[in-house]
């Protein structure tokens, strides 16, 4: 198997190729190292090759994480969140992608207006309609973001989508767009307290291709970090 600041650099590499093949400006991709059920000595390597974006999907994973690694990690929450575990991580977590329901939000809103902190959001999109992903659906999605917008802790800063899992990553190129086109729509209606500016698609196996179809933020778990072993957890 590689080695961690192997793998980063050669993702590295393929996010500079991609931008460059689409003329995007390499600073306008920002690379989350997903590190669910990797070990914190994993985590080390790669904040100490300079990642400072980490993604995690599970609150009770994140915050051990979080309270054993160095202060300045930005830590994503990525994964299906519960309501009733809302309260450990609003003000631990630098970003939350995967907010899909008005209820998630009050309950984001509520927690976080008891500790006073302003959350960041996206809003998870299920584009492909996969029944076993979460996310709102394309047609709810301004109307959901229309919604949180009105929640004061909350500050809502684009969308994520989950892509199917393909072989061809080409074949996802139709659901980065579409969530694109449904971001773009959104800044047009203009809302108050939105600030559409991030869009979260794209994973190991279509990251340069989310790229070209405009991601701000790729999320990389195999990629940097090797296959992920359920079985010893
Ligand atoms: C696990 C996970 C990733 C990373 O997946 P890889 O294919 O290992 O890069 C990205 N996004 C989400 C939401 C995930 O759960």
């Known amino acids: 198997m590689n080695d961690i600041k192997d793998n ?13 093949s689409c003329g995007r ?17 994993a985590l080390q390597e790669a904040y100490d090759y300079g990642c400072r974006d980490f993604g995690e999907n599970k609150v009770q994973e994140l915050v051990e994480k979080y309270e ?3 202060k300045d990690i930005r830590w994503h929450m990525i994964g299906h969140l519960q309501r009733n575990k809302v309260k450990y991580i609003v003000d631990k977590v630098f970003l939350i992608h995967s907010v899909d329901s008005l209820r998630l939000a009050q309950e984001i809103e509520k927690e976080a207006a008891k500790k006073d902190v302003t959350v960041n959001i996206l809003v998870e999109v299920n584009v492909a309609k996969e029944e076993s992903k979460f996310g709102t659906t394309a047609e709810e999605a301004a109307l959901l973001v229309e919604a949180i917008a009105k929640l004061p802790h909350i500050q809502v800063r684009g969308l994520m989508t ?18 694109k086109q449904i971001y773009v729509d959104i800044i047009h209606k203009n809302i108050d307290n939105v600030f559409m500016e991030e869009l979260s698609m794209g994973m190991t196996g279509d990251y340069e291709v989310a790229i070209t ?4 933020y790729v999320r990389v778990g195999t990629g940097i970090f090797g296959e992920r072993n359920y079985a010893s957890i």
Do not use: W
């Open 162 to 179: 989950i892509a199917p899992y393909v072989e061809d990553s080409e074949k996802n190129r139709l659901y980065f767009e579409k969530l």
């Open 68 to 70: 054993a690694m160095p």
């Open 213 to 216: 179809e405009g991601a701000t």
């Open 25 to 41: 400006e390499r600073a306008d991709v920002k690379l989350i190292a997903v590190s669910k059920t990797k070990p914190l000595e």
């Open 8 to 20: 980063i650099a050669a993702v590295e590499q393929h996010i500079e190729d991609a931008c460059a």
